[in-house]
Structures are given as C-alpha cells and as structure tokens.
C-alpha cells in the first residue's frame, strides 16, 4: 500500500519579511532545503505567492473599474 504524500499548508510554512529596495515591507514564505517534505513545501509556497499575486490584481482591477473615467 502507498503511504499518502505529507500535506503541507502555506500556513505551516515560517514567513519571513524583509525589506524591499523600495523601502516597502515584503513577506515571504521561508523553505528549508533539507526538509524531507521539499517538493511540497514549495508546492505550497507556489500556490500561496499564487493566491496573493491574483488578489491583488482582482483588488486593482476593482479599484480601477471604481475610479471616475476622464
């Protein structure tokens, strides 16, 4: 019998923020290269960087789609 593969949430993952050149504060999901679990971790990294690039492109055509035309 085949053992499930580990299920890893992007919350289960350490986040890290740093400090973009522009002065702006960034969080970024931390992956620890001799985890066991690599391949999902960056899975989960992935889908997180993911969900967040596409919620702010949503919150941007919104915010666009709300601004009086000239």
């Known amino acids: 019998m085949a053992s499930q593969p580990p ?3 992007p919350s289960d993952l350490p986040t890290k923020i740093v400090t973009a050149a522009d002065g ?3 969080h970024m999901k931390v992956v620890q290269a001799e985890s ?5 971790d960056l899975l ?8 967040r690039i596409k919620s ?6 919104r915010a666009s789609e709300d601004s009086p035309k000239p």
């Not at 066991?36 to 999902?40: E, G, V």
């Not at 702010?56 to 055509?61: N, T, V």
């Open 7 to 9: 299920r890893v949430r």
């Open 24 to 26: 702006s504060k960034v």
């Open 36 to 40: 066991p679990s690599l391949p999902y």
């Open 44 to 51: 989960a990294a992935f889908r997180s960087n993911v969900r």
């Open 56 to 61: 702010d492109q949503k919150a941007q055509a």
